[in-house]
């Protein structure tokens, strides 16, 4: 029987950075990741940034980002019932990440046009999550570290209280791999389309799951069967309006739809149903997904015109073009008439100010509901243009309890002593609600790296 000091679970950002962490501090590891190699590494793949806290500018974040300013921004979108602790962990902890992804190979860009007020806050990846991982990857396999791909665990194995390995399926038959601790890296349930049905009911049909097909949450399952105390929101999800042209798996990044805040958004109806300009995008875009999921048959359409449409970077599917909101409404399927009162009604209700995508500009309507807050200009000036949208889920918020060494905590809030968990399987300690761009990578590294730093000290039973 194979066996190491570490055995990570999971092929993401997570599992990577643990697994690094581990063989830096000198234990031997392998990492079983399920998905095939061309499709390795999760939801990390299709990331652009992490969010971290920084006290000076450099060549690619200007200005200053304190942890006060970061872990306030946090409770903004999250609510106070976060676990402080845990999270000013994190805050404090990103202050670190660039110098130490720096040393394992990841390179940086400053922020593109149009990415919307991240500019400060975020640091983006030199090439995107696909060259992030691949760089993690290599660092691995330069550090002589085991990957196994078409890998998945399936059951942790128990000798009295101590975790003595990992279960892996593998062609057809089950194998077991013996370990000092387990690291668990391997996502929510985002791609377990019977799981979220549970709480959604069957309206996640017709959900797009915009990242990996291979988060299916089995391992979250196995360790809250094994009386891990599960945390964060089980009906909590990030999940953003996409282009229902999206494919049902995979489709990325690329199916974002941020057009929102400088449009009105209709149902099948032709009716508005929440302030597109609540806040900045930034703050709010993980809401739209459940807004839109809400409305009937899950479809929404984003309707704004020729003055704003360069005001945020578009998708892969163009927009609907027409020359007048009729026209428009008729080529998306919706109810002419209906459409072009709600717009009459939008734009009779808007208070006249000083329009500015930048920055929360108080442009809104009065005596409309739902309101516009910000960005309220007349939709007048064609071509105008139309995007329909689902709701695309990003990943679940129903989490495994952990305690600041990555290790998973039972119900009695006593550890499981050799096995951690790392990533958006315990990011819901975090994140209940809402969520801040960047967060999931913070979360993810600084827990991963946690992890593995203290599973490398855990000795091979
Ligand atoms: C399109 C998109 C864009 C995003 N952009 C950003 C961004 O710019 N910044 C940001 O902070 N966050 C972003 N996120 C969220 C971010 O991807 C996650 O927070 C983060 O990647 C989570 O990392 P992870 O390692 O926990 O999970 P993942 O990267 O999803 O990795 C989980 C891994 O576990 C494997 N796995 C699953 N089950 C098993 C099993 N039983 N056995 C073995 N392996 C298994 C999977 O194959 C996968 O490799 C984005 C997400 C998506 C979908």
């Known amino acids: 029987m194979a066996a190491y000091d570490v055995v990570v679970a999971g092929g993401g950002n997570a599992a990577l950075c643990a697994a690094i962490a581990a063989r830096s501090r000198g234990a031997s590891v392998l990492v079983l990741e399920c998905a095939p ?21 450099d060549a ?18 999250t609510g106070k019932d976060l676990d402080q602790d845990l999270a000013s962990y994190v805050v404090e902890r990103s202050l670190d990440l660039p110098a130490w992804m720096s040393d394992q190979g990841i390179r940086w860009q400053p922020p593109l046009r149009g990415t919307l007020q991240l500019a400060r806050t975020n640091r983006f990846f030199l ?12 660092r691995a396999e330069s550090l002589g570290i085991a990957v196994r791909y078409e890998a998945p665990v399936v059951e942790l194995a128990f000798e009295g209280e101590r975790c003595t390995g990992v279960v892996v399926a593998a062609n057809g038959s089950s194998e077991r791999v013996r370990a000092g601790a387990v690291v668990v890296a391997t996502g929510g349930f985002e791609a377990n389309i019977e799981w979220l049905r549970e709480y959604w009911g069957d309206r996640v049909e017709n959900y797009a799951v915009r990242g990996t097909a291979y ?18 929101n089980p009906r909590g999800h990030h999940a953003i309006a996409v282009d229902a042209r999206s494919p049902k798996f995979e489709g990325g990044i690329v199916t974002r739809v941020d057009s929102v805040p400088f449009s009105i958004v209709v149902n099948i109806h032709g009716d508005r149903f929440a302030d597109e300009g609540e806040d900045l995008w930034p703050m709010r875009y993980a809401t739209w997904g459940g807004l839109i999921g809400a409305q009937p048959e899950q479809m929404a359409y984003s309707i704004f015109d020729s003055k704003v449409a360069g005001n945020f970077i578009g998708g892969a599917y163009p927009p609907l073009i027409a020359n007048t909101v009729g026209e428009l409404a008729q080529k998306a399927g919706l109810p002419v008439l209906r459409v072009e009162e709600t717009v009459g009604e939008f734009n009779r ?8 995508p930048t920055r929360l500009d108080g442009c809104r309507t009065i005596d409309l509901s739902p309101p516009k807050s910000n960005w309220a200009l007349p939709i007048d000036t064609p071509p105008y243009y139309c995007y329909p949208l689902i709701p695309g889920i990003t990943f679940t918020y129903l989490a495994v309890a952990v305690d600041r060494a990555a290790r998973v905590l039972r119900e009695s809030g006593r550890p499981l002593e050799n096995v951690y968990a790392a990533g958006e399987i315990m990011a819901g300690n975090i994140l209940l609600r809402g969520y801040l761009a960047g967060i999931g990578m913070t979360i993810g590294t600084v827990f991963g790296v946690v992890a593995g730093e203290h599973a490398a000290g855990v000795r091979r039973g």
């Open 37 to 57: 190699k061309a499709w390795r590494g999760g939801n990390s793949k299709y990331t652009r940034n992490i969010r971290v806290a920084h006290l000076d500018g």
């Open 60 to 77: 690619v974040m200007p200005g200053a980002y304190s942890p006060q300013e970061f872990l306030s921004d946090l409770v903004r979108v």
């Open 127 to 138: 090439g995107g999550g696909k060259a992030l991982m691949n760089a993690y990857y290599r």
């Open 215 to 232: 988060n299916d949450g089995a391992l979250l399952r196995v360790l809250l069967d094994l009386g891990a105390e599960a945390r964060g």
């Open 349 to 356: 209700s808007i208070v006249p100010g000083e329009y500015d």
